[in-house]
């Protein structure tokens, strides 16, 4: 075999002159196999005795084959990167490990330390900690959502979930405390509100935010001193301040979030990672953060870049990096994004929301709620502290849950330590008096995230801002055929922002690479265009058709006239003649 000229085609990962040079020199003699370890294929093989099936005569029908399906032909299994192990990553793992035939998965994740993404269990400080008295990312599985297969999925790992119940509503400068039938009156009411705040700006052709909407109800009803009016105010699409009226719908943001698992979303998002019992656990690569993607045309293939210098290349590879990542050119694609792409990215909104775990020596609150929220009276204190779920009535420690959300939550980011816990204490004592608070003792634990300024999530989650179009999100849902597909709670609108939107965008984009969407889609380009082709081509066959006959008849026609022409030039000739015999016979006579 000529040696170098094998290995020149090898470098260059031309399948089809590997696949001649060998025919040339084997003789027949058995079959050949080439690990095409510089091509990152995993194994090839053929040879000239099959006369059957598929390997019969590979160069030839290797010619038959576009450029690109050549390294697919030989290929037995393709490789699939994803980036971002959150629960869009791994439900995307795990969906295309569920092929191991056809696909090996391997999973990058740029933290050193943990993986889940925005779902952060953090047993760090109390690795014995009950799951849910550490969730400091996502942890309510919306119940109302129809599409939330959390739950089910949940069920099947054997995980225990609960329902927080209870609610007990706070007016601290009233002194007032509503609860059970006082509050439903209160809740009722307070969605009256948003609904004829929504059907108010439905009627108005420009957007407007949710906030806007509601305060100009409030206005115009003078309710803007009522209990349900302080409760609309907590809701967390009011107090984002610029989220869009036209897109809202309660359950996207506001309701349903109701059932917690026991041990926390971190074990769901563990059991993603390491699979059922009879599913092998995902390959996992911590402290990969992804600097580049890079289509390589010519091997086919599609590269990753990380940050500490090493690269990795696939044959399809998911993205499941949080929007604002995208957003701010962490993480570079050449070809760069198309540009719809980049729009997209910057007219999602992302909001800051963050959470709090505060941990007393002894239990402070009344254990028959499940949920208290504190109305608030200044600017200032919108989106801070307002919601707090009651750990002890769910797993029985003396535990509460606090949340931070919009401007509220950067400003708190930024808060000492010192400052953060005296900040809780103060609102605490705002809520239940201090001298209840006092007989809670010492704060045993305090943990809080920062996911603003978490250089790997920016934020908390996506959200419509005022104008924004659902479409947007779907831009994402869309990969960039055939290497690169996106999954994450932003690329896609019916779930955005949510733990099962970022699960079922997961979902999709395994789905898209296990069914060869992009394969489809191209032959499906192909065959529309060869139809429109053959459409074309029938045209111009039938004017020429046209054409053809027209002469035809042209001809036709003239035939008639000539006919009609020798005919009368017949009838001259005869009367000449007669004319002739007639002076003939003159003459004659
Ligand atoms: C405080 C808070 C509370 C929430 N509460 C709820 C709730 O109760 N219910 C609910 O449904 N949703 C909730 N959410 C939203 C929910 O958590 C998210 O929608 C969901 O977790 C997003 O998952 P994801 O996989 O799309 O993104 P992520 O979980 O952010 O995953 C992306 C992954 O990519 C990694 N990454 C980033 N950059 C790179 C890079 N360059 N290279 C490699 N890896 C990279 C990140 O580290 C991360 O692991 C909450 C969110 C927050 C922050």
């Not at 990962?13 to 995993?42: D, R």
């Not at 290797?62 to 791994?90: D, N, R």
């Not at 309660?250 to 059922?276: F, N, Q, T």
């Not at 920016?458 to 831009?475: H, N, R």
């Amino acid at each position: 075999m000529e040696v170098p000229l094998f290995f020149v085609n090898l470098l260059n990962c031309e399948f089809l002159n590997i696949t001649k040079c060998i025919q040339m020199h084997s003789n027949g003699i058995g079959y050949v196999c080439v690990v095409f370890i510089l091509c990152n294929l995993p194994l090839v093989v053929f040879g000239k005795e099959k006369t059957k099936g598929k390997h019969k005569n590979v160069a030839d029908n290797m010619e038959t084959l576009p450029k690109e399906e050549q390294t697919e032909y030989f290929t037995i299994q393709k490789e699939v990167v994803v980036i971002g192990s959150g629960i869009a990553g791994l439900a995307a793992a795990r969906r295309v490990a569920s092929d191991q035939s056809n696909f090996s998965v391997a999973v990058y994740e740029a933290r050193r330390d943990r993986f889940g993404g925005r779902v952060w269990t953090d047993k760090f400080e109390d690795k014995n900690a009950r799951g849910l008295a550490v969730d400091l990312g996502g942890s309510g599985l919306n119940v109302v959502s129809k599409n939330n297969p959390l739950i089910e999925l949940a069920e099947s790992f054997d995980l225990k979930s609960i329902s927080l119940d209870s609610l007990q509503f706070i007016v601290p400068w009233e002194q007032k405390v509503y609860s059970r039938d006082d509050l439903s009156e209160i809740t009722n009411k307070a969605f009256q509100i948003l609904g004829k705040a929504l059907n108010e700006s439905k009627s108005m052709k420009l957007d407007v935010s949710v906030k806007d909407a509601v305060d100009e109800v409030l206005k115009a009803e003078q309710l803007v001193e009522r209990p349900e009016a302080y409760f609309v105010r907590c809701l967390p699409s009011y107090i984002l301040g610029d989220y869009s009226m036209h897109q809202y719908k309660p359950g996207h943001l506001d309701i349903g979030y109701e059932k917690v698992l026991l041990d926390g979303m971190g074990e769901l998002v563990d059991r993603l990672l390491s699979g059922s019992p009879d599913e092998a656990p995902l390959h996992l690569y911590l402290n990969k953060a992804a600097r580049q993607i890079k289509v390589d045309k010519k091997r086919h293939k599609v590269l990753v870049r990380f940050q500490d210098g090493s690269q990795v290349s696939a044959d399809r590879l998911v993205v499941a990096v949080p929007s604002s990542v995208i957003r701010d050119g962490d993480l570079l694609f050449e070809p760069p994004l198309p540009k719809h792409y980049h729009l997209a990215i910057k007219e999602i909104g992302m909001s800051a929301g963050d959470k709090i775990i505060v941990q007393f020596e002894h239990a402070f609150w009344s254990n028959d709620y499940g949920v208290f929220i504190r109305a608030v009276k200044e600017k200032v204190e919108i989106g801070q502290l307002q919601t707090w779920i009651n750990i002890k009535r769910l797993a029985g420690i003396n535990t509460l849950a606090s949340f931070l959300t919009g401007d509220a939550a950067v400003r708190f980011e930024k808060l000492t330590e010192e400052n953060a816990k005296q900040l809780v204490l103060d609102v605490l004592i705002e809520m239940f008096g201090e001298e209840k608070v006092l007989t809670g003792g010492k704060i045993v634990k305090f943990q809080r995230s920062k996911w603003v300024a978490d250089e790997f999530s920016k934020g908390a989650s996506t959200y419509p801002k005022v104008g924004s179009d659902p479409a947007l999100w779907d831009t994402f849902a869309q990969p960039l055929c055939p290497y690169i597909y996106f999954a994450g709670e932003h690329t896609l609108f019916d779930g955005h922002g949510s733990l099962h939107g970022a699960y079922n965008s997961g979902i999709r984009a395994g789905d898209q690479i296990l069914t060869g969407l992009c394969e489809k889609q191209r032959k499906e380009n192909e065959r529309l265009k060869a139809e429109e082709k053959k459409k074309k081509k029938e045209a111009n066959e039938t004017d020429s058709v046209e054409e053809e006959d027209t002469d035809e008849e042209d001809e036709e026609i003239s035939d008639k006239k000539r006919s009609k022409k020798d005919e009368g030039e017949k009838k001259k000739v005869q009367k000449d003649k007669n004319k002739i015999k007639k002076d003939k016979k003159k003459d004659e006579l």
